[in-house]
């Protein structure tokens, strides 16, 4: 297949059924419709009470990942823009399609965290560890034996595959299930999307045996996971359909780097804004830890702190001067790496983020080595440690009871009432949506797709409530 017809393939208006017909003066394109499907929907809403770095906070100028999707998507669509104008120049797309890359960019950067729950990686964190320790427990083997015993059967209730799922969870793969089932809205192709934008949230495409092998597996389609089994037949057809063969869609590549660029400046934009960390903290690590672009970013940073210090400017508009120079370095750096790693990306055999191989890694590494010294924080390590409590602690709740017969929405049982704390739409997929075979999982799956979707504070609250901490 000629790189003109993939793209052709990957701009394609295909959708697992047919939309809903628009009126006849709408000028959308396909993508610009997803993004539509999208922004009024409740999952986008409660981003904007989930973390990005600084959980619970009360400054309105902190970024939740809400701000920091907008932000990713348009980075993305403004990436998009320049890649669309290099590829109609290459006749590698036809100019009818102009806007439709940048499009489908700005929608993949607005979903591309849609998954994540409360507090972030440290709640994925809680979710792997609740389920490594659950499926070592006695109450669970116990379980499995009754159940075996029940089913007068030694197959044991959940495989290598299942289990690895759960104490492998991941945010990202969660996005994709979201997309494509748990937003009921009639049917159970969850917002219909495109097939285009549905790919662009596998960054890992391997299930969770085959996939998690480390950050340095030289395969980067294998150092997570993209999709839960649930989820398979889904993946299976949007990978055939697209023939990206088992390997990340072009798209992925410049999402996450438009990801990369917006949140590594941002986190220390807003650490500045919290005085955890300061500008001459800034330049120290920037002046240790660059290479290739030492003088002029030096250059750039030495003369917004000569302003600051004559009074003409405040700290914060130093970091935000800083951020935006930063990253319009690090936008144009991934443009050319594009057209130069070209024939990599479009194959998905790039086996490294674009802006890691790019002439802009080392502003990269410099400020990664400024979120250490934000992350370690202790204000945002204890409200860490209160949210891991919190969704390892529902997670213990809510599990044990889905052991019971008595877990399910008739009675008056203590199980059937945790059992009615999940949201209607959730219990609605488990029940009359999802057609996973495995009962056992489908639970499991049902009670994870409630407690990642809650917000920070609802998760905080639920749980203080439910121990009795507060009433």
Do not use: C
């Not at 797309?93 to 439709?100: E, F, L, P, R, T």
């Amino acid at each position: 297949m000629s790189y003109t017809e993939k793209w052709e393939l990957l701009l394609q208006d295909i959708r697992f059924r047919e939309k809903t017909p628009t009126i006849s003066t709408d000028g959308r394109n396909p993508f610009e419709n997803d993004y539509g499907r999208l922004i009024s929907s409740a999952p986008i809403r409660r981003l904007q009470d989930k973390t990005q770095v600084f959980p619970l906070e009360q400054s309105d100028y902190i970024r939740t990942r809400l701000t920091h999707s907008l932000e990713v998507s348009y980075i993305a669509s403004s990436i998009g823009q320049s890649i669309e104008n290099i590829l109609i120049e290459k006749k590698e797309i036809n100019s009818d399609k102009k806007g439709y890359i940048s499009s489908l960019l700005r929608v993949s950067g607005l979903i591309h965290d849609l998954g994540n729950p409360p507090f972030g990686h440290f709640g994925e964190e809680a979710v792997k560890k609740f389920f490594e320790d659950y499926f070592q427990s006695r109450e669970f083997l116990d379980y499995e034996k009754e159940k075996q015993k029940e089913n007068n059967s030694i197959d044991p209730i959940l495989s290598e595959l299942e289990k690895s799922d759960f104490t492998n969870f991941d945010g990202n793969v969660q996005t994709l299930r979201i997309l494509s089932k748990l937003y009921y809205f009639g049917d159970s192709f969850g917002y219909n999307l495109t097939y285009s934008t549905l790919a662009s949230s596998i960054k890992y495409p391997s299930n969770s045996v085959e996939g998690n092998k480390g950050k340095n597996y030289p395969e980067i389609s294998k150092r997570k996971f993209g999709y839960f089994v649930s989820e398979v037949e889904t993946f299976n057809i949007l990978n055939n359909h697209l023939e990206l063969n088992n390997r990340r869609s072009p798209i992925v590549y410049l999402m996450e780097a438009a990801d990369d660029i917006a949140y590594s400046a941002a986190d220390i934009e807003d650490g500045v804004k919290l005085n955890i960390i300061n500008i001459y903290d800034v330049k120290k690590i920037f002046e240790n830890n660059l290479k290739n672009n030492k003088d002029e970013v030096i250059s750039e940073l030495s003369r917004l702190i000569e302003l600051f210090e004559k009074g003409e400017i405040d700290e914060s508009i130093v970091i935000q001067k800083f951020r935006i120079f930063t990253q319009r370095l690090m936008i144009s750096n991934i443009i050319e790496t594009f057209k130069e790693k070209y024939d990599l990306i479009m194959t998905g055999n790039l086996e490294s983020e674009i802006i890691d191989v790019s002439d802009a890694a080392d502003i990269r590494a410099a400020y990664k080595k400024l979120q250490y010294k934000v992350f370690d924080d202790k204000n945002i390590v204890k409200k860490e440690i209160a949210g891991w409590e919190a969704i390892y602690g529902l997670l213990k709740i809510m599990v044990k009871a889905s052991r019971s017969s008595r877990f399910k929405a008739e009675g008056n049982t203590y199980e059937a009432r945790i059992y009615k704390l999940i949201s209607s739409s959730h219990r609605f997929v488990y029940e009359k949506v999802e057609n996973y075979k495995n009962e056992e999982y489908k639970k499991l799956q049902m009670i994870i797709d409630f407690v990642t979707g809650m917000t920070d504070t609802y998760a905080i609250n639920l749980y203080q409530e439910l121990k009795g901490i507060k009433l």
